[in-house]
């Protein structure tokens, strides 16, 4: 799962977030007066940033107010929802490649930067920190397994082009759909497992906070936060070509690092806050359960909506660099996983090997 | 090993055992009576199933008339009698890119499929199951070491491609009998390390059962269902392109699934069994087991005996999604081997992620 | 650290490695005298070999004067110094290709051979060895991270290659620097890491031997043994081509095998005396840590220094066999360094992926 019901109990940080609203009224205005592209995207990516943090807390209160299996399905349900809005207003603009770029970053983002930063955050003071590696185990291998799913439409459909199938877009766009309901039916398995047979062992022991905010507010909160971020979404998706030339960036180093950050900072956030709070566990299970819902249920959910659309998005990742990141952060979570404490330096290195895969994206350029 | 010397106390199915033998008069009638040949097709591929499993019975049997180190030997030698059997007649058709689908098919058919449908099977019942993590450990890293060896061939041919060398025909024979020879030797390495030096570790414990059956029964029924598969896998391998295109679906597939099944089908059956009796130890070691003989015997074996062929078997699995595919389950098998405890939803993505796989080899279509 | 602070006590080893000293003035006299190129290889190699041997010796002394954290930075700064000369010389010959393939060969040198005859050498008189698995797990995750930062140049070259980007040698270069730089900087954080903030959980327990030698003598020899190296190191680059063509292999296959094996000769005989000596632990850190070193230390150095010279040596990994001969590597390592002890079965399984990269190498054949 890709948020948790445990409270940031972060009374000032929640004032400096309020006040970060007032980003939604300057990039509307902004768009409005045609406003030099740039000036808008930073505004309207901010703008998502802050809203997603507010979903996040929205979800956080909304869950509260409902039982265990319940509780499960509104985090599961709502903890990925900035990233899906995003995306989806990037592929009706008919950007399907940005919107590969996007996912693609997001898995790296969680996994090597966000889970990166929160293990350097919580490590720079403390001598080790300790995880339940069962727990962390579970859902690396979890990890690897999407993650090979998420990659063989790409490997079909360079199987069949290297023997010269004539039929191969149609193959390409069917293998997908399939590949899609399968993972759909994993993530199910998975809800079954975590919510429902074995849910003590996914329970997280202090979900019962306070109910700081009545049902309705959070109810209020999560929808309005949402039907807010895709109105900004529409605008970061009008402005991103002509952002990528004013920076002399491409879009796909655009998608990669900055809409990916944009839409999983609640998250990267959150890990960190827990990181310092000792809570490794939870850090963990927020970078890679983000990481496996992005390719669960984000990925073949916008493979289904896009078949509907102008610009259908399929499941191949056509760039070796987005197989071999993805990979690898799939391997590197796994090692790092597996006995159960964390340091700085390994924090450092997750954050080392993601700036070198940014390096990478960056030097394709612009194209 | 792909076997073990524990008996299956099954006293009904062994009457359905019986009786399903009445497949093999069916399909060689079927055959000279020039039946259609998709009735042809599964009647044999039927017997070769039954047959199978009454080798791995009289093996059984067979071992517990020797001594420990004799017994080894000889479930090893007849453990992967059908598979090995099927391969040749396929191969002496001129068939080598089916035998090939065959291998493929069998490895990810056994630790997917295999591995993933016993996990379910005890699973469903149980909250979780628990194996010895050292011993599957041991053998996972076997399985890695194994499938580098089996992908270096085309990774060779690969590079050697990319550079245009002219003579690459003939070193890509020489590099696969080398490779094979190194397989070979490595398998004699783990004899030595499973039955001689380390003996204990690996000894089956319930391994004196009853003798149901004379020393002169058990060595009849190995031979002579050893005999019988032969001919109906020549029946088996002279309709198969026939098969496929009444089915149209390719050779490929048809090797990759249907045949592999066929070929591992006793050794799939027996995991599940040992899984719902909550021996979970011993349904892991059958089904890693396999596919690692697989590697290191059926495929070596195969590669020598076809250098005398017309067609000869090299070592090179071309298509990418064969070697996608293997790698991925090396993987994932050594990911689920080292907590040392399973629950049904693993079984789910490991049977999740096969599903995939035949997709992918589905959708490459007749060809 | 591909050296440890421990006495290899061994007086006599040392007179014959005295005696073996007479190798460099032979050498010396045979490149003057024009002799055969195959008898001057040979003897120059093996004067590197023994060379860094000394220096290996000479290295531990000089540790031996210095506190803990200068001890380490001895020990690291000296740890490759014979592999990072003999590179340097080729590559001031123009043969980047051959350096390639020597830190390939010495990667998978140290990491399979070495440690596979480590192991062997240990467990062909035990029934099992155990080590710490915390350090050798952390160091296999380092030596994963490693690995990938060192393959993402060449597939960033294979998708701009493909996409007929027109400035790829451009970025090509600035991607290596880039990535060079931040290897380094890792490797500052590992030296930060193991040396200074968790300097006790690396400490080696036996690092005060006794001061054999005096600090002039350890500085000395250090300084001194470096010195011929490169005197020798200029005299195998110079043969290099023609030796080659004499014993009818590739200068690929010569680097990958034969210079790799000189350069890390020292690491492979120390392991293996460790490893004999049931110090396993030792033994594992020597190999993994010499892997590590060259990755992470030795390539991005050559790298810089090389942008300064006529032919500079880029990240690329062009050949497909060096990437998937290196990723195996970092798998094995990290599938064997897991369960903290080793049989000599798990020797021979390294031994013989070892084997089957050679062989791959041997048939690219002359080119």
Redesign the interface.
């Known amino acids: 799962m890709s948020s948790s019901a445990n409270t940031i109990e972060t009374e000032k940080p929640s004032m400096v977030f309020t006040s970060l609203l007032v980003l939604i009224p300057i990039s509307m205005g902004l768009r409005y007066m045609q406003a030099p592209v740039l000036t808008t995207f930073v505004a309207s990516a901010g703008s998502i940033a802050v809203l997603a943090e507010w979903i996040r807390r929205g979800t956080e209160q909304l869950a509260r107010h409902a039982g265990p299996t319940i509780r499960g399905l509104v985090m599961v349900s709502f903890g990925s929802v900035a990233e899906l809005v995003l995306a989806l207003f990037v592929l009706a603009n008919g950007q399907a490649s940005v919107v590969q770029a996007q996912i693609t970053g997001s898995i790296i983002g969680t996994s090597l930067l966000g889970l990166g930063i929160a293990i350097l955050a919580g490590g720079l003071s403390r001598?080790r920190q300790t995880f339940s590696s069962?727990k962390a185990?579970?859902q690396?291998?979890?990890l690897?397994?999407a993650v090979?799913?998420l990659?063989?439409?790409a490997?079909?459909d360079?199987?069949?082009r290297?023997?010269h199938?004539h039929?191969v877009r149609l193959?390409d766009e069917?293998?997908s759909l399939?590949?899609s309901i399968?993972l759909l039916?994993?993530y199910g398995?998975?809800l079954?497992?975590t919510l429902i047979?074995?849910r003590d062992a996914f329970a997280d022991e202090e979900a019962n906070g306070d109910r700081s905010w009545s049902l309705g507010l959070s109810i209020g909160v999560v929808v309005g936060c949402t039907a807010v971020i895709a109105l900004e979404a529409e605008i970061v998706s009008e402005v991103l070509t002509q952002t990528a030339e004013t920076l002399r960036i491409s879009t796909v180093f655009l998608g990669v690092v900055v809409l990916a950050l944009v839409g999983t900072s609640a998250d990267l956030f959150a890990a960190s806050w827990f990181a310092r709070s000792d809570r490794m566990t939870l850090a963990l299970s927020i970078c890679i359960g983000s990481a496996i819902q992005l390719v669960l249920v984000v990925t073949p959910v916008l493979v289904l909506i896009s078949a509907f659309m102008d610009s259908p998005m399929s499941l191949v990742f056509g760039?070796?660099?987005y197989l071999?990141a993805i990979a690898?952060t799939a391997?590197?979570v796994?090692?790092?996983a597996?006995?159960g404490e964390t340091?700085?330096?390994?924090g450092?290195?997750l954050v080392?090997?993601y700036?070198?895969?940014a390096?990478?994206f960056f030097?394709?350029?612009p194209?």
């Open positions: 001598r069962s185990g579970l690396s291998t979890l690897i397994l090979i799913a990659l063989l439409p490997i079909f360079y199987t069949a290297q023997d199938l039929n193959t069917e293998l399939g590949a399968v039916v994993l398995g998975n079954a497992y047979t074995h760039n070796p660099l071999f690898s391997f590197i796994s090692a790092v597996r006995d340091t700085w330096f390994e450092l290195l080392g090997v700036v070198l895969f390096l990478g030097f394709i350029g194209g």
